[in-house]
Structures are given as structure tokens and as C-alpha cells.
């Protein structure tokens, strides 16, 4: 079965820092963009970051650049999202996702909480 | 950036009813539109890519149209476990967008 697990997430201080791990079972993990979507409270879905399937490119929104850290480790088919400087706007359910060409968005991770509270 | 605008916000029907949800983008984006099912608690569901293929295991009753700025999807009959928010995605530009979401709701 082709999956998506993620892990991190948690509770986190404005200004703080905070790191997402997205490994795929199932699938050759190495030959597929991988992105990071997200969904605040109450909010609808927003794209937040894409890495190239080597890991040597990455776009992310503007919402977040310059804040965020996406790599990628194929030996251990496992995506990474690293975020500083977090504000309380970056509370979201985050879901790691395999990005498959014409099939677009196809697999999702289950998704994992970040909230940014003081 | 491409915007994509979703209507009706909101649409509520009974079951059996045929659901037609639009979604509009700034500028023209070939074929790199999808559609995605959402319900609360779970991940977001693909139901349709390249605007009008169904994904691996949608029912027939899901079906997309359109062209270069305006696409459609359609719920022939609806069926309980449909309701739920619709967003589409755009893929043809950086950054990826999507629209704001319908919410298919039970009338």
C-alpha cells in the first residue's frame, strides 16, 4: 500500500521553532516531488512548499519563505519540514503530500498539528 | 499568482440530487486542474485530475469538464458520504493555489 506517515508537530511559542517529518512507504519515494500542504482552523487548504524529487529545488508561498527549511533524505524515503521565526498564522494541520505529475496531488499523509500559542 | 474562485460557497441538497460545483481561475491553466473531496478529521481525497479523470477508485457518479479558465465538477447523484468540501488546485504555475472551497452540505 502506498503511504504517507508523518511525525512531529506539537505545541509550540511565537518566535519558536519546530520540525515535521513525512516518510513514504510503498512507492519509489526518490522519483516524486514531494510537497507540504496546509490547513489553518477554520480556514481552507494552502500549499505551502515544494521539493524537487533529487531535494536540489524547492518553492515555497510567500507566506512562509525565508522561514521554512524543506529537505529530503531518499535513503530513508523521508521528507522534512523545519519552521522558525513561527507566528501564530502558521497554526495548521500540515499534510505532507506526493506530488505525481498529471495525477497531481495524489497521496496524503494523515496530517499533524501545529499550534503556535504563548 | 493564478486565483481560483469557487461557487457556490455553499450548496445544500437532498441525496439523489445532481451537484454541480464551478471553479474559475485568473488566467488560463491548460490542463493542470484537480479536484479534492475533504471531510473533517481525515486528509484530503483526490476525485479528479487533468479535469475530467477520475481518480483510482471515484465512483461514475464524480465527473469534471471544462477548459482554460472555467471547470466544473458535477455529482450526478448525490449520495451521503458525498457531502463534505470540494477545493480544486491549480498546478500549471508557481505558486500552486487552491480555490477556497464549496462546502456540499445536506439540505
Known amino acids: 500500500e502506498e503511504q504517507l506517515v508523518q511525525s512531529g508537530g506539537g505545541l509550540v511559542q511565537p518566535g519558536g521553532s519546530l520540525g515535521l517529518s513525512c516518510v513514504g512507504s510503498g512507492f519509489t519515494f526518490s522519483t516524486y516531488e514531494m510537497d507540504w500542504v496546509r490547513q489553518a482552523p477554520g480556514k481552507g487548504l494552502e500549499w505551502v512548499a515544494c521539493i524537487s524529487s533529487g531535494g536540489g529545488i524547492v518553492y515555497s508561498a510567500d507566506s512562509v519563505k525565508g522561514r521554512i527549511t524543506v529537505s529530503r533524505d531518499n535513503a530513508k524515503k523521508t521528507m522534512y519540514l523545519e519552521m522558525n521565526s513561527l507566528r501564530a498564522e502558521d497554526t495548521a494541520v500540515y499534510y505532507c503530500v506526493r506530488d505525481n505529475w498529471a495525477y497531481a496531488f495524489d497521496i496524503w499523509g494523515q496530517g499533524t498539528m501545529v499550534t503556535v500559542s504563548s | 499568482e493564478i486565483v481560483l474562485t469557487q461557487s457556490p460557497a455553499t450548496l445544500s441538497l437532498s441525496p439523489g440530487e445532481r451537484a454541480t460545483l464551478s471553479c474559475r481561475a485568473s488566467h488560463s491553466i491548460s490542463s493542470n486542474l484537480a479536484w479534492y473531496q475533504h471531510k473533517p478529521g481525515q486528509a484530503p481525497r483526490l476525485i479528479i485530475y487533468e479535469i475530467s479523470n477520475r481518480a483510482t477508485g471515484i465512483p461514475a457518479r464524480f465527473s469534471g469538464s471544462g477548459s482554460g479558465t472555467d471547470f466544473t465538477l458535477t455529482i450526478s447523484d448525490v449520495e451521503p458520504e458525498d457531502f463534505a468540501v470540494y477545493y480544486c488546485?491549480?498546478?500549471?504555475?508557481?505558486?500552486?493555489?487552491f480555490g477556497q472551497g464549496s462546502k456540499l452540505e445536506i439540505k
Open positions: 488546485l491549480q498546478r500549471f504555475e508557481w505558486p500552486r493555489t
